[in-house]
C-alpha cells in the first residue's frame, strides 16, 4: 500500500492536484464579512482579492482539530501509513493542533505510522516539496526515503516575494504603515524571503523591472543547478506578470520546468493582490 501523503490548503496547489494525485487536504479557513469558508473547497482565490480591492479585511484560521481528528483516526483504523506535511509552524497553528490530534489519537492506536513535518515553508514553496512527495508515493517509495526527500526540500527550499502594494504588508505588521505611504508615492518594492519560516523584507528597490532583475541576481547568488529544477511561482491575481517572468527564467535559466499557481485564499489574505512569490532550491537533493 503506498505511503499517503496529506498536505494543507497552504501549500497553493490547485483542488485538480490533491483529486489527481491522492493526496488528502486539509483546508484553512477564510472568513469574509462574517461569512466562513474553506480554502480551496468553497471559496477560490479571486473571491478573496476582490474583497480586499473592495476594503474588507479577510480573517483566516487554521484547520479545523475535528478534520485532523476523524482523517487520523480513520486512517489508523485502516493501518494506513502516511506523512502530513504541514504549513509552516511560524506562520499558523495548524502544525502544533495536528501535532496534538495526533498524540490523542495515538493514545488508542499506538502503532499509527504517522509523521508530521514542519516544512517553514509557504504557498508553493511547500507546494514543490507536496508535489514531489506524491509522485515519490505514487512510485511506492517508502516512507523513510520520501520523508528524507521532503525534510531536504522544507531546508533547502528559498522564498523570495514581492508586493504590488505595501499597504497590506502594513495592516499584517510586516512593514510600518509610513513604509508603506513612502513606498507607495515613490514606486519603490520590497523584496522578502523566508527566515526560519517567517517572512522577512531583505531589500527595497524603485521600479518593477529593477525587482525582477534583482531577484534574477539572487537566484543566481542562491539557486543551484537551476537548470535542474522546477522553479515555482505563485502570484496574487496577478497572472500576466507571473507569465512575464516565467518567461524571463526561461531565458536566463533554461529550467526543467517553470511551474505557475495562484496564491491560495488563506495565504493570499495576508499578502494582497498583486504579490508574485519565487521558489527554488539553494541546494539539490543527492
Known amino acids: 500500500m503506498p505511503v499517503k501523503i496529506l498536505a494543507d490548503s497552504a501549500c497553493d496547489l490547485p483542488k485538480s492536484f490533491y483529486e489527481e494525485n491522492h493526496v488528502t487536504l486539509f483546508p484553512l479557513k477564510v472568513e469574509i464579512k462574517g461569512q466562513e469558508f474553506e480554502d480551496v473547497k468553497t471559496i477560490d482565490p479571486k473571491t478573496v482579492y476582490d474583497a480586499i480591492r473592495s476594503g474588507v479585511v479577510p480573517k483566516t484560521s487554521q484547520v479545523s482539530p475535528l478534520l485532523f481528528e476523524e482523517i487520523f483516526t480513520e486512517m489508523a483504523e485502516k493501518n494506513e501509513e502516511g506523512i502530513y506535511i504541514a504549513f509552516s509552524s511560524a506562520l499558523s497553528g495548524t502544525y502544533s493542533t495536528a501535532v496534538m490530534i495526533l498524540d490523542q489519537v495515538k493514545e488508542k492506536y499506538p502503532d499509527f505510522s504517522l509523521t508530521i513535518v514542519d516544512t517553514k515553508c509557504a504557498s508553493l514553496g511547500f507546494g514543490l516539496i507536496v508535489q ?155
Not at 514531489?132 to 526540500?153: M, Y
Not at 534583482?214 to 529544477?229: A, D, F, T, V, W
Open 132 to 286: 514531489e512527495a506524491a509522485k515519490l508515493a505514487a512510485n511506492n517509495v517508502s516512507k523513510e526515503k520520501i520523508l528524507e526527500d521532503v525534510l531536504f526540500r522544507s531546508q533547502h527550499m528559498e522564498h523570495i516575494f514581492t508586493v504590488d502594494d505595501l499597504d497590506y504588508l502594513a495592516k499584517g505588521g510586516r512593514v510600518s504603515k509610513a513604509s508603506a505611504f513612502l513606498g507607495g508615492l515613490l514606486n519603490i518594492k520590497p523584496i522578502l524571503n523566508m527566515e526560519d519560516g517567517k517572512l522577512v523584507p531583505i531589500e527595497k528597490i524603485r521600479g518593477k523591472k529593477k525587482v525582477y532583475r534583482r531577484i534574477i541576481e539572487i537566484m543566481h547568488e542562491r539557486g543551484s543547478n537551476l537548470q535542474e529544477q522546477v522553479i515555482g511561482i505563485s502570484h496574487a491575481d496577478n497572472l500576466e506578470t507571473a507569465l512575464e517572468v516565467k518567461a524571463m527564467f526561461e531565458d536566463e535559466f533554461n529550467p526543467k520546468e517553470v511551474y505557475i499557481s495562484s496564491i491560495g485564499s488563506a495565504v493570499g489574505a495576508h499578502t494582497g493582490p498583486g504579490t508574485i512569490s519565487i521558489f527554488f532550491l539553494n541546494q539539490l537533493p543527492s
